[in-house]
């Protein structure tokens, strides 16, 4: 062990090989120094570890085109682009919604030039960032009145921090809902600086119990979107309307946190759970809150729609600040929104609505055209599967789909997962019965070449 330790070369002596002198005229003397001394500690680990180590040639052309290969690599940005082949469309931690070109373009425009964030054009006096989309949610959802955050979350804190600081927010106990990220409702409503006061039980809640509980502290009913989960069997949950006329009668605000916010009806697709915005605030809802990266198709925004005296209220609130949303995400969320209008067709043009809207068959066709160019490559099969929307929403809904399951010979399908994710661009599917399955539901038809490529490399290495 001492001797191979022995044998590692100094940084020094390795630049001066001719090899690497090489990699250091093509790239930097800093970025070459940084990958051997990672490579040299991976050796000296291994070696006192009394693992059997083969040492490289240091100076052979091998080790330098290593070499080069580490520094491409760290030189590549970390957040980059992914396939989502897991068939969940609103996959948080693969980024979400996939927004549209007119979104990207809009961003792109945005970001390159200077634009008229916060300036009125027709006066020329200072304008505000929150009225470039207001009128589109409003026109699109029947609301009085809009405002955009960072995103859902934010807009729950805003919206009880706005009317019910120092008051009661009276919640039913089955709506509780934790989001994820450690975002629970409870917690936020008391950060909020409101008091809970939790009613009826997991499962039933009736109108009288709110009514029981509302008192002179009471500030809102608030109402939140269980869309995570499900509680099925015996369970009741008073009606929107009559929760309404309660709130109107007792002179409170009614608050909805949708989570996902549907702007249009997916119950042709089959997605009939899903509650649209517009139908919720007709319904006598005050107030909701809905998330522009999950249904909506957007960027990352949370937006609270409804009544204009508590939008007015909130929009003057001196946090809002602290969760404003960027000129970015405002760019790309009013070309979203606008995709909703003619001569749009949003399920065609957005890509979350398109991908839970494609007809089965046409998903079927891009299976077969992968499992096609991947023959003679891998052992595949194009199997039926269950797709997923995500985000949070319709937990139970599965969409058909398609997918083409992938084994590769002396490969295990973790091997193989884990190759197609180190690929150059990765490719994420997921395993069942231990077959890797890349659903085509997410997958769009150019991405199909990619996922060719990485199973190449997988199969190569
Ligand atoms: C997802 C979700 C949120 C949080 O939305 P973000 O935009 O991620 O902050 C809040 N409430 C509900 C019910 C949700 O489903």
């Known amino acids: 062990m001492k001797d191979q330790l022995r044998q590692l070369p100094q940084i020094e002596a390795m630049l001066a090989y001719p090899a690497i002198q090489a990699v250091v005229e093509a790239y930097s003397r800093d970025e070459a120094v940084a990958e051997l001394r990672l490579a040299l500690a991976g050796l000296r680990n291994a070696i006192t570890k009394g693992d059997t180590v083969q040492l490289p040639d240091f100076a052979g052309d091998a080790f330098a085109d290593a070499l080069r290969v580490s520094i491409d690599q760290a030189r590549r940005l970390n957040l980059r682009p992914v396939v989502n082949a897991t068939g969940i469309i609103i996959h948080t931690n693969l980024g979400r919604a996939r927004l549209a070109p007119q979104a990207i373009q809009a961003m792109h425009d945005v970001g390159a030039n200077a634009s008229n964030l916060e300036l009125n054009l027709i006066t020329g006096k200072r304008g505000s960032r929150y ?21 859902c979350a934010a807009a729950v804190v805003l919206s009880l921090m706005g009317t019910a600081m120092g008051r009661t927010v009276v919640a039913s106990r089955g709506e509780l809902i934790e989001i994820g990220g450690s ?3 409870p917690d936020v409503i008391v950060q909020s600086g409101a008091t809970l006061r939790e009613v009826g039980a997991t499962n039933k809640t009736r109108l009288s119990d709110y009514a029981d509980a509302i ?3 009471t500030a809102v009913l608030l109402k939140s979107h269980t869309s995570n989960f499900k509680i099925i069997g015996f369970t009741s949950a008073p009606d929107r309307h009559d929760l309404a006329k309660l709130a109107k009668d007792r002179n409170l605000i009614l608050m909805e946190d949708l989570g996902s916010g549907v702007l249009i009806d997916l119950s042709p697709y089959g997605m009939t759970d899903e509650p649209v915005v517009g139908d919720i605030l007709k319904a006598g809802v005050d107030v909701v809150m809905f998330s522009g990266d999950k249904l909506l198709g957007g960027p990352q925004a949370g937006i609270i729609a409804g009544k204009a005296d508590v939008i007015a209220k909130l929009r ?16 790309a969320l009013e070309a979203t929104l606008r995709l909703y209008r003619a001569p749009h067709d949003p399920f065609k ?9 494609e007809p089965l068959a046409d998903v079927q066709a891009r299976a077969s055209l992968l499992a096609v160019q991947l023959d003679g490559v891998a052992t595949v099969s194009v199997v039926p599967s269950a797709a997923y929307v995500g985000g949070g929403s319709l937990p139970q809904q599965d969409l058909q789909s398609y997918s083409v399951s992938i084994s590769c010979p002396d490969m295990t399908a973790d091997t193989l997962a884990d190759a197609l994710r180190r690929a150059h661009v990765p490719i994420i599917g997921r395993i069942h019965q231990a ?14 070449p990619l996922i060719v490529d990485a199973i190449g490399q997988a199969i190569s290495q």
């Open 316 to 331: 003057s609130h001196p946090l809002l600040r602290a969760l404003r949303i960027d000129k970015l995400s405002l760019a």
């Open 435 to 448: 077959q890797v399955l890349l659903d085509m539901r997410t997958v769009a038809d150019a991405e199909l």
């Open 131 to 151: 009225d470039h989309a207001e009128a589109l949610i409003c026109d699109l959802t029947g609301a009085e009145a809009a405002l955009i955050v960072n995103n």
């Open 215 to 217: 008192d002179d502290d």
């Open 349 to 357: 043009t957005i890509p979350v609505l398109r991908m839970l809207s």
């Open 183 to 185: 975002f629970r409702l």
